[in-house]
């Protein structure tokens, strides 16, 4: 009979660590100093910022997942890639809704279709389209190829997204890190505060992933022990 694992010390720990890391990152944000020209309300950079990386890069680690069950057919890569995706989007959402609320006093609306927003709702609906996917098909097999395809070909539209500042005329500030530069357009008074809420929300897509991947592994279990119950 298949047993499922309990939360494990590194899960936890993952956690507990991320919380303080967040606390630390939180008391740097509200500690460093006001920006010259935005004021406060730059602040919501440090919760804007952080969750626009780990989100975004969490989509390459999902792509990882499913070439990996696409190669071995395993189901356990498809139900991590599904918990990766799905803590990517809990991430990106926070990313949309801190950067409307840093865009109405800032750009004076809280949306507006420029390019940078526009390729990240396209990122969106492309993701909550995964999920959609997923429930509409009954076959656990095709279910878990048609996911993978999707997270395959979804993330090329993350380069667009992050590039879009760039290769369009945009209200969208440039990134805060630009890798065909190498130059940062922050403050080095306040990257301390932003290095370490990356790191905080680094820590804790770890631990939201590993613990949603344990409740995948419980249902998965359950569903094989059902009909056996029957």
């Given at each position: 009979m298949s047993q499922t694992k309990p939360m494990n010390a590194l899960t936890l720990g993952s956690l507990i660590l991320g919380l303080l890391a967040l606390g630390v990152g939180a008391f740097l944000a509200f500690t460093a100093p006001p920006?010259?020209?935005?004021?406060?309300?730059?602040?919501?950079?440090?919760?804007?910022?952080?969750?626009?990386?780990?989100?975004?890069?969490?989509?390459?680690?999902?792509?990882?997942?499913?070439?990996?069950?696409?190669?071995?057919?395993?189901?356990?890569?498809?139900?991590?890639?599904?918990?990766?995706?799905?803590?990517?989007?809990?991430?990106?959402?926070?990313?949309?809704?801190?950067?409307?609320?840093?865009?109405?006093?800032?750009?004076?609306?809280?949306?507006?279709?420029?390019?940078?927003?526009?390729?990240?709702?396209?990122?969106?609906?492309?993701?909550?389209?995964y999920f959609v996917v997923r429930s509409a098909i009954e076959d656990p097999e095709l279910r878990a190829k048609a996911s993978a395809a999707i997270s395959i070909l979804g993330a090329v539209n993350v380069p667009i997204t992050y590039m879009s500042v760039k290769w369009w005329r945009s209200i969208h500030q440039t990134q805060t890190f630009d890798p065909t530069t190498g130059r940062s357009n922050f403050d080095p008074a306040m990257l301390p505060a932003l290095l370490v809420n990356i790191l905080a929300f680094s820590i804790l897509f770890v631990a939201f992933v590993r613990v949603r991947s344990l409740l995948a592994e419980r249902e998965a279990v359950r569903q094989e022990m059902s009909p056996q119950a029957g």
């Open positions: 920006d010259a020209n935005q004021g406060h309300v730059y602040r919501i950079i440090f919760l804007h910022v952080p969750s626009a990386w780990v989100g975004l890069v969490a989509l390459f680690i999902a792509v990882a997942y499913s070439v990996l069950y696409l190669a071995t057919s395993k189901p356990h890569y498809d139900r991590v890639a599904t918990a990766v995706i799905e803590v990517a989007l809990l991430f990106l959402s926070l990313t949309l809704l801190s950067g409307m609320l840093w865009g109405r006093p800032t750009w004076g609306v809280y949306w507006t279709w420029e390019p940078r927003l526009t390729t990240f709702a396209i990122l969106l609906v492309v993701y909550i389209g």
